[in-house]
């Protein structure tokens, strides 16, 4: 089961993980001024939040991670030239 | 078929969906909500092709396992899955105007790969393309119009509405 954690101590209380994710799992405690897990059964693992935090607050485990495995290295580094 | 020619056969896919996020990430600024229309049609037209053999139904959940299964059958790696949040009852939804509705997560997505590799923003017409898919599979699975829009675009995994007109 996928499992999800806010590391307190780095959290600085900006809230972007909030307005970010798409099936509110955060909360904000006021009282700490931090965010909070609040519904880990919605997350969907679409890790917005993880790019978003600059504090890189938060986790995530045993969740799905996509597939790359059918990149073909070669033919992006030869697009690149025309991009 | 074999692994290993399925792998050459995705990366195929993966290569020409690399050319086409680098042509309509050349062409949206030009053709504007123009390149929206052509990419949603290309996606209808594939969608239709694809499910011309597929069962026909008018249970949404047995007809989404047909469009994952038509998927497969063609080597396409567009996994998604329905999605419940917590506190809503029931899987499908009935809206204001008595369309059925299903929230649908889309995890590996060579769209998404493509979009990611050269930088290029999501929701644009490459996506769109996505939803002309759907629109196009389910039209022939169901023979009822569907719509899929975007609620969110996020790094590992995406959440759409699909909405099933009644
Ligand atoms: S984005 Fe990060 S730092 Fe900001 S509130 Fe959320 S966990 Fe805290
Ligand atoms: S991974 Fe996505 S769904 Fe899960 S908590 Fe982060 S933003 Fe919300």
């Known amino acids: 089961m996928l499992e999800m954690t806010i590391h307190d101590k780095s959290c600085r209380g900006c809230r972007f993980c909030l307005d970010v994710c798409p099936t509110d799992c955060f909360v904000f405690n006021e009282e700490t001024q931090k965010a909070m897990v609040a519904k880990v059964d919605n997350c969907i693992a679409c890790l ?30 030869r697009m690149e030239k025309f991009l | 078929m074999a ?88 899987l499908v939804t009935i809206n204001a105007q008595g369309s059925r509705q299903i929230l649908l997560v889309f995890r590996d997505c060579m769209i998404r790969q493509a979009l990611f590799r050269f930088g290029h923003p999501q929701m644009g017409s490459l996506c769109n393309m996505m939803y002309g898919f759907f629109a196009g599979s389910l039209e022939t699975i169901m023979t009822k119009k569907a719509t899929l829009e975007i609620k969110h675009a996020g790094e590992n995994a995406c959440l759409k509405l699909l909405t099933i007109e009644s």
């Not at chain 2, 996020?21 to 929206?36: F, T």
């Not at chain 2, 989404?64 to 009852?89: M, T």
Request: hydrophobic share 40%; aromatic share 6%; proline share 3%.
């Open chain 1, 48 to 77: 917005s939040c993880t790019s978003i935090c600059p504090a890189a607050a938060i986790t995530h485990r045993n969740h799905h991670v996509v597939a790359n495995f059918y990149r073909n290295i070669n033919f992006s580094r």
């Open chain 2, 3 to 90: 692994d290993a020619e399925i792998i050459k056969k995705r990366r195929t896919l993966q290569e020409t969906m690399n050319f086409l996020a680098a042509l309509s990430a050349g062409i949206e600024p030009i053709l504007g909500r123009g390149a929206n229309s052509m990419t949603m049609s290309a996606g209808r037209n594939l969608g239709r092709k694809f499910s011309a053999h597929a069962k026909t139904t008018d249970d949404l959940l047995e007809a989404l396992n047909e469009v994952k299964r038509v998927l497969i059958e063609n080597n396409c790696l567009w996994g998604f899955e329905p999605f419940k949040p917590a506190g809503q009852a029931e």
